[in-house]
């Protein structure tokens, strides 16, 4: 079973990617900021990250360098409602990009490929 | 003494005297008239006065001596009389030739007014008629038009039409520019053309002219030292006359006048007289071409200030579009994250519902409206994309093939296939190709949307010069009147969004219009509709 960390600041999203991607068969951590999801990751074990790019005052992209830096052979998702990061050079370090939808199915593809990705290695 | 002249008769009858001609018969009672005007011609009375004189009679040489000077006095003051009548012709013309030439502001009215006043009867009455002007850069002085016969019968044909209407100077000159003014400048081309001198080239008869500021009367052309073999034959006449046309000390032209036809000789009063007239024509040149450049320069202005205009609107058209861009785009990023969990907690709810449960068909429509309203969120989003272009070269018919294998569920759904007409050597484009891309796609889908069923869609691309273009023709298409409509300014209608054509196609025209590109949308005259996509090749900045 992977173990996937969601890292959004809107409880409402984070319930509903839990709810979602526990019922794919994931064990789902949250957080709700980049301090507590770098605190996660400092005590727990993760086969993948989903990350928000706006997270209130902090920036999911520093957040990302630092995961990169730090633990790079952990794959990140970013889903973000913005699709114009797309084309940001810093982005480019996640393993996938997902614009937010309320169907859910292209993030859950974009798990799986990456997590099959990742076990190829 | 046997007087046989009627001198001695206070009154005479017709006849007495053969020199009374018809209209003057008030002479048969006016004695001293008749004397002076009459007797001092009379042979008779000269013979008479002979006879007086032969008889003794002492008054008669002083009669003779008298008789002499009055015929003397009588013929000075006829050529006086005509001269003062030539004057005053001179001078009425002139004054009618100034008032033209000072009114107009006409270039071509003033050349037609010139050449008129040269060649007419009523003018200075020479045969042809040749004006040079220094060219802008005051290089070289060129032929510019001639007027005149070229030939005897031609000449005879002129002098008949002129005879046989009573024109004032300036009704010449009308007729001339409206009816002779192009004619003759081809007739004479042949001449004009070779009447090509360099300023510089002191030398030549015209420009020595020009130089010096006086006219130069050539006689024996073809034996002048003055004048080349090569010029005299050009003009192919023995006597010219060559006029400089100066204002201030500015250089226009040069005239040159002749009398090729009747050979008369140029006076010394033609030559003054078209000196006299030289300086108003120069004047009159200068302004009329002043004012021909005062209208260019007032035209380029007019249309600088045009375009000018039309780009400050555009300008305030674009900020106020950017501003639209700003705020839709803050807008639909907020709505999609609730959006987004709306929907995502509908569809969770959906798949743990009973199938016969009523709140099943809640549930989906809740998805449906999330599902609308996010694709209304991505054509917004395009849209301030937009803003920010990523250019690089690509093959636009690989764009084409991909976005109409990605529409193909929708082609299916309206039972619609797709032809391509791609053309071979088409050179990549720079471009943006998320932008172009998204067009190309919405143009598919709004045709997709307006048709009826079956049939095919024709995808073309094309090039030549420098413009690429990509057609898509439908021809079972018909694009209603309110999406021609909403073309003109994205989010203006009322109608409900997501439609391709309602948001889509502004958002089309704007991202092409902002690279320098365009969008044509219309009927095709065989039915259907076209779409067509013009971009211009661009070299990579």
């Keep these: 079973m992977a173990r996937l960390l969601v890292v959004d600041d809107e409880s409402s999203i984070r319930l509903l990617y839990s709810q979602e991607l526990g019922e794919e068969g994931y064990d789902v951590v949250t957080a709700g900021s980049a301090v507590e999801a770098v605190e996660k990751l400092q005590n727990e074990q993760f086969d993948l990250i989903l990350l928000d790019i706006k997270l209130k005052n902090e920036s999911g992209l520093d957040l990302l360098q630092k995961i990169v830096k730090d633990r790079h052979d952990l794959p990140v998702v970013l889903c973000s409602a913005f699709s114009c990061y797309k084309d940001d050079f810093s982005a480019w370090l996640a393993d996938g990009y997902v614009v937010k939808s309320s169907d859910l199915q292209e993030l859950k593809d974009e798990i799986k490929k990456v997590l099959a990705k990742k076990q190829n290695r | ?541």
């Design chain 2, 1 to 541: 003494m046997n007087l046989q002249c009627c001198w001695h008769n206070v009154t005479i009858s017709p006849g007495d005297c053969p020199y009374i001609e018809p209209g003057e018969e008030d002479l048969l009672v006016s004695h001293e008239r008749r004397v002076i005007e009459k007797c001092s011609n009379c042979p008779r009375f000269i013979s008479e006065l002979e006879g007086m004189k032969s008889a003794g009679e002492p008054l008669a040489p002083i009669l003779k001596i008298l008789t002499v000077e009055l015929v003397d006095l009588r013929v000075r003051l006829e050529s006086m009389d005509g001269f003062l009548n030539s004057k005053t012709r001179e001078i009425r013309f002139l004054h009618e030739l100034s008032t033209v030439l000072q009114t107009s502001m006409d270039l071509d009215e003033v050349l037609s007014v010139a050449m008129t006043a040269i060649t007419a009867g009523k003018g200075f009455g020479m045969n042809r008629a040749f004006l040079l002007m220094c060219d802008k850069d005051q290089n070289y002085l060129r032929g510019y038009l001639g007027v005149g016969p070229r030939s005897y019968e031609e000449a005879w044909h002129i002098w008949q039409e002129v005879e046989q209407t009573n024109l004032t100077l300036k009704e010449m000159a009308q007729f001339f520019r409206e009816n002779k003014l192009f004619s003759e400048k081809v007739k004479f081309q042949d001449i004009l053309e070779r009447l090509s001198v360099p300023l510089e080239d002191q030398t030549h008869i015209l420009t020595r002219s020009l130089h010096e500021k006086r006219p130069i009367l050539v006689v024996e052309a073809f034996n002048n030292p003055l004048v080349s073999r090569e010029f005299a034959e050009i003009l192919n006449v023995d006597s010219f006359l060559v006029m400089p046309l100066i204002s201030g000390n500015r250089k226009i032209g040069v005239l040159i006048a002749d009398n090729f036809i009747t050979q008369r000789a140029i006076t010394h009063q033609d030559i003054q007289s078209i000196e006299t007239f030289a300086f108003p024509v120069a004047f009159a040149l200068v302004r009329a071409s002043l004012y021909e450049q005062l209208h260019e320069e007032v035209d380029k202005l007019t249309l600088a200030n045009r375009k000018l205009q039309e780009q400050q609107e555009l300008i305030v058209k674009m900020e106020k579009m950017a501003l639209v861009g700003r705020i839709t785009s803050s807008i639909a990023h907020s709505i999609r994250n609730p959006l987004m969990v709306i929907g995502g907690f509908a569809r969770s709810l959906l798949k743990s519902i009973e199938v016969d449960d009523p709140k099943k068909e809640y549930l989906s429509s809740i998805i449906q409206e999330a599902r609308q309203l996010e694709d209304v969120l991505v054509e917004i989003l395009n849209y301030s994309d937009s803003l920010y272009p990523v250019k690089d070269q690509w093959d636009l018919n690989q764009l084409l093939e991909d976005s109409c294998r990605d529409l193909q569920p929708k082609f299916a759904a309206v039972d619609c296939s797709c032809r391509f007409e791609l053309a071979e050597d088409l050179p990549t484009v720079l471009i943006d190709y998320k932008q172009i891309s998204y067009c190309v796609r919405t143009l598919l889908v709004t045709a997709l949307e307006n048709r009826s069923p079956g049939g095919e869609l024709l995808v073309c691309s094309r090039w030549w010069d420098h413009v690429v273009m990509l057609e898509i023709y439908d021809q079972n298409g018909s694009l209603p009147e309110d999406v021609w409509e909403t073309m003109a300014t994205p989010f203006s209608s009322t109608q409900e969004l997501g439609v391709a054509g309602v948001v889509g196609l502004p958002i089309c025209r704007t991202i092409l219009e902002k690279s320098g590109n365009s969008l044509e949308i219309e009927r095709s005259q065989g039915g259907g509709m076209r779409y067509i996509i013009r971009l211009h090749l661009q070299k990579e900045e």
